[in-house]
């Protein structure tokens, strides 16, 4: 390289250095949803037990309640959430152009939905597995007998590869019926274009009980997949993406040191070292977020610990009654496990 051409490349350099200093910072995801006073938040479009909404429009459910205790801990107050009903083709578009700061919308983890959109799942909140629900004139007690069945699925989802790679597996046919949203699907079940729903196996129970006579099919026995649901953020904000995984795992280390709703007041005074540092009187982790030294309790406060939003909406005090499973602590026979804060 000449004398000229290494002057050419240092001037360039240089001015391409002064450009960015007078670029003007990018805000994060956390400084734009403190300034606009409000999280944007994507959810389904109604799934019994996830996300749906009651005869007055407001939104309940376990993903909503996740989305409100991530209000609580970044803005001090869970009502401060704008929720979206996405389609499961809109999800990742609406996440990834900034329509929704952040989605909960049962979603699985996968390598691809990471590395080719550029997202980034924080953390696991519900160990979930995909299923059939089969009417129960089709004669079946298993997934292995629903060779040649008419299945309804949804598009654009894990759903339908892994229905595709479970039939190839094990050497059967199926009539695949495709729609382009859930709802689509469950009605086809439901006026009989299909013998068989599939989805996540937590959506099959609420979809069943939507049934004009539930009993008439049945939620089959065999889990074909692993589903791991969690929260979803763009990958270009390492800050945000740590503050609703940490946010995640606050949920869950409020249940495994006994912090509930209930018990808030008690954990304030209380002198055990982890406590304290969970609501925020030692550690100072609330700066390192950029959150108040509360956020943590500020979350169990708006909607419980995990134990309390899974029974209220998927578990003993719903209509879906589902067993908590692996979504048990890991002390008490399930794999939910947390970090501690430290």
Known sequence: ???????????????LLALVALAPAQAGTLESVSERGTLNCGVSEGLSGFSD????????????DFCRAVAAAVL??????????????QRFEALTSGKVDLLARNSTWTLSREAGLGLAFAGITYHDGQGFLAKRTLGVDGALELDKAKICVETGTTTQLNLADFFKANAMSYEEKPFKTAAEAFSAFQSGQCDVLTRDQSALHGERLRLTRPGEAVVLPDVISKEPLGPVVRADDFRWFTIVKWVNFALINAEELGISRETVEEAQASQKPDVR??????GDFGKSLGLAPDWALRAVKATGNYAEIYERNLGTGSRLSIPRGLNQLWNMGGVLYAPPMR
């Open 1 to 15: 390289m000449t004398v000229f051409a290494r002057r050419s490349l240092r001037l360039a350099a240089a001015g």
């Open 53 to 64: 909404q009651d005869a007055q429009g407001r939104w309940f459910g376990f993903d909503v």
């Open 76 to 89: 001090g107050d869970p009502e401060k959430v704008a929720f979206t009903p996405l389609a499961a083709g």
């Open 277 to 282: 540092r969970f609501t925020g009187a030692e």
